[in-house]
Structures are given as C-alpha cells and as structure tokens.
C-alpha cells in the first residue's frame, strides 16, 4: 500500500507541474509530437486526473427506449442522427465517461460530453484514411476537455 501511495505521488508531482510545460507533459507523453501544435501551450491546464482517469466507452450497447428503465421521459441525453439510424447517450452516462467511441449510421464518430463546461460535440472519427479511437486525456483548455487520440496520442479539441 505504501509502494502505491509513493507511485501516486511522483505521478501526481509530474503531472501537477505540467502546466504551459510541453517539457513535463513528453514525459507522461512521449508518443505525442509537441512540435504541432494550433493553440498555446499556456492555455492547457491538468484538470486533475491522469490520461484516461476518466475511461472512454467503446462500441457501446444500447436498449430499446421500452426497456431503459433507468431513464424518464425527461433525462437528459445527446441525440445523433446519420444515414437514417438514430441513438441517443444519456448524459448521466456520459457525465461519467465523456467520450463514447461508437459507430452512427456506419460512420465512427466520437460523442463527447465535457461537464464542466456542459457542451456536446460528435466528431467523426476518420482521419487520414483510418480511424480513430478517443480517450480523456485529463486535460483541459479553457475548462473543456482536451482529448486524444490512442493511436498518436494527439490532443484534440
């Protein structure tokens, strides 16, 4: 137990001190190429958890609308429609999980959710001839949810 506090800590050490810093973040990082970058560097602030403290789902399952016993007529969810299939993500799942990897209507996209700043977006997946799958990064910028992406570990936005 005391081997796991210690971890906790040096990870929590590195982590805390890699504000505005892309030097701290390529040691947690160090697939992710901080020579691209479109915003400064000053505006991403730790959110607190570490990459993927905040787990993702993917391909998730769903239920007919008769046997979503857990939802009323009134909850809250993010709706997407595309190429005629519907499917509708509770947001007090995604308040938990933030990014749902899934496929809409034989698309990818990503259905994302940031609570602190209450905002949805849906991204289609595909980028450069292949898909690809999001996490939490545990970052934020300007108090929304920075993500990446597992296969390059790019921050996305």
């Known amino acids: 137990m005391v081997s796991l506090i210690r971890a906790f800590v040096a990870v929590m050490l590195v982590v805390g001190s890699a504000h505005a810093d892309p030097d701290a973040w390529k040691r947690i990082w160090p697939n992710t190429d901080?020579?691209?970058h479109s915003v400064d560097y000053d505006t991403i602030l730790w959110g607190g958890v570490p990459k993927d403290g905040i787990r993702s789902i993917e391909n998730p399952e769903f239920l007919p609308v008769s046997k979503a016993a857990n939802l009323t007529a009134t909850d809250p969810v993010i709706g997407v429609i595309i190429n005629g299939e519907a499917k509708a993500y509770p947001l007090s799942v995604l308040t938990r999980h933030?990014?749902?990897n899934d496929v809409i209507g034989g698309v990818p996209v990503a259905v994302t959710y940031c609570?602190?700043?209450?905002s949805a977006v849906v991204?289609?997946?595909r980028v450069g001839g292949r898909v690809l799958e999001f996490g939490v990064s545990g970052n934020l910028r300007n108090s929304d949810m920075v993500m990446y992406d597992?296969?390059?570990e790019s921050w996305w936005q």
Request: aromatic residues 12%; contains cysteine; hydrophobic residues 30%.
């Open 115 to 118: 609570p602190l700043c209450n």
């Open 98 to 100: 933030e990014i749902a």
């Open 34 to 36: 901080f020579e691209k």
């Open 150 to 152: 597992r296969q390059t």
């Open 123 to 125: 991204f289609d997946r």
